[in-house]
């Protein structure tokens, strides 16, 4: 599964700053996931400091959607450690 980092995405916006800021849809999109494992990482903590886009929706760093891919992935690696 490719890496948020290893590759361009197809879909996101661009600050400013050049910081990439994606929806929930398009986090989905640019890791892979599915829409409702996103949904489970903002519930679980794994994505926090949302913003809010022009039509109210929810978006995060292409950092944010990184990093909440890599506390998932180390959890779940923990847990199957201790099944």
Known sequence: MPHPTD???????????????????????LTGR???????WE?????????QDEHGRRIYTQAQVAAAERRARLNTAAARRTA
Do not use: K
Not at 12 to 21: I, K, Q
Not at 43 to 51: F, I, K, Q, S, V
């Open 34 to 40: 599915n829409v409702q494992t996103i949904y489970s």
């Open 7 to 29: 590759h361009a995405p197809a879909h996101g916006r661009e600050a400013a700053d050049g910081t990439l800021w994606f929806t929930i849809r398009e986090a989905a999109a």
């Open 43 to 51: 519930r679980r903590g794994h994505l926090t400091d949302a913003r």
